[in-house]
C-alpha cells in the first residue's frame, strides 16, 4: 500500500512537471557518448562501399514471395540493402571500396505465423559468398575481412530462434572472418563475434508516426508491457523461455495495480506506450526486442531485463542514462526497484528520451536522414578502418574451412 501511494504522489508531480515541460516545448538534454558527438557525425566520404549484383533469388524474387518481411522486425537486411543502392557512399568501383556488401535476404522465408525459417538461411549465405568468391577477386584476397553482412537473426549468423540449437550450430564458419551487423547481442556468447556491430530490429517508422499523440499527454501508467509471459507451443513446461524472467514478471506482478501488463495486444498499444513511465523490455528466445524501440521512440523509459546484452549502437547511446537495468534474477523486486527511483531522476531519463536524435537513431526511415541507424551503421563500419594490413592473405594462403559446420548447412541452395 505505501508503495501505491508513493507512485501516486509521484505520477502527480511528473505530470506536473510534464506540463510545465511542454508549455516551453520540452526541454531536452543532448546526448553525448563514449566516442563523442557519434549521432551527429556524417560518415559519407569517409568510406566507400562496393555493393555485389547478386541474382535476383537471393533478394527480389524472395520479397516478392512473401513481401510480410517489409514489415517484421528482421527487415533491416532489405532496408539496409535499399539505402545503400542509393547512397552518396556507395561506389561502383570496387578496386576503391573500403568495404564489400552482399544483399541477401536470409530472414524472409516465413511461416505462415510470420516467423523466419532458420534451415535455409545458411544454405543461402554459403551459396552467395561462393558466387562472390568465383566471380569477383576481392573475397578472396581477404577471406571476407574487408566484407560485413546484415544479420538479424535471433541469433544473428547462428542462424536459429532457439538459443540451444544456435550455440550447436555457432556462427556460419565462413563469416568468421567478416564484419557482421546483427541484432543479437550478449556479452561472452558464441554467437557474438567480436568486432560486430550491434543494430536496432526493424519497427515500421511510418507506422509509429501514424500514431504519435500530443507531447503533453501526461503519462499515467506506472509499468506497461504487452507480450507473451510463456511460450506454450515451443516451451511446454514454461521454464526455458526468456529464461523464465516473463514468467516471474507475470506470477509477481499480474494483480498489481502498478503494472499494466496482459498478453493481449490493443489497438493502441502505441499510444499507451506515450502514457507510460516504465516500458518492460525482457528478453524472449533471444535477448532484444523491438520493445527497445518502440520505448526510445515513445518516450517510455525502457526497463531492460537481459543479463549481459549489447545494446544497439552503445558507443553513441547512453543506455545505462536513459533505461533502467533490472537482473534476471530481481524480477520479484521491480516493483521496490522502480517506486525507489527518484523523481528528479526519472525526470531527466525522460529530457534525453525526448531528444529527436535519439529516436532518429534507432529508426530505419524511408527515405533515411541524418544520424539514423543506417548512419549509424556506416559510422561503426568507418570506425574500423583503416583496415590492418593483416587482413589481406599471402598469395595461396587460406584460413576458413568451406566443409566445417553442420552436414545439413553443405547443402547446395
Known sequence: MRSWIRVLALLTFLAFAWAISADHN???????????DVLEDNPVGRLKVYVYELPSKYNKKILQKDPRCLTHMFAAEIFMHRFLLSSPVRTSNPE????????????????????PLPFKSPRMMRSAIQLISSNWPYWNRTEGADHFFVVPHDFGACFHY?????????????????T???TFGQRNHVCLKEGSITIPPFAPPQKMQAHLIPQETPRSIFVYFRGLFYDVNNDPEGGYYARGARAAVWENFKNNPLFDISTEHPTTYYEDM?????????LGWAPWSPRLVEAVVFGCIPVIIAD??????ADAIPWEEIGVYVAEEDVPNLDTILTSIPPEVILRKQRLLANP?????????????????FHQILNGLARKLPHKKHVYLKPGEKILNWTAGPVGDLKPW
Request: hydrophobic share 40%; with cysteine.
Open 26 to 36: 520540452v526541454r531536452t538534454e543532448r546526448i553525448s557518448g563514449s566516442a563523442g
Open 162 to 178: 532457439q538459443e540451444e540449437k544456435a550455440i550447436e550450430r555457432g556462427i556460419l564458419p565462413l563469416l568468421q572472418r567478416a
Open 180 to 182: 557482421l551487423v546483427q
Open 357 to 373: 536524435s535519439m529516436k532518429r537513431a534507432m529508426m530505419f526511415p524511408q527515405p533515411a536522414q541524418p544520424g539514423d541507424a
Open 274 to 282: 506515450q502514457r507510460a513511465i516504465f516500458c518492460l523490455c525482457p
Open 308 to 313: 549481459d546484452i549489447v545494446l544497439p549502437f
Open 96 to 115: 576503391e571500396a573500403d568495404w564489400f556488401y552482399t544483399p541477401i535476404y536470409t530472414t524472409c522465408d516465413l511461416t505462415p505465423t510470420g516467423l
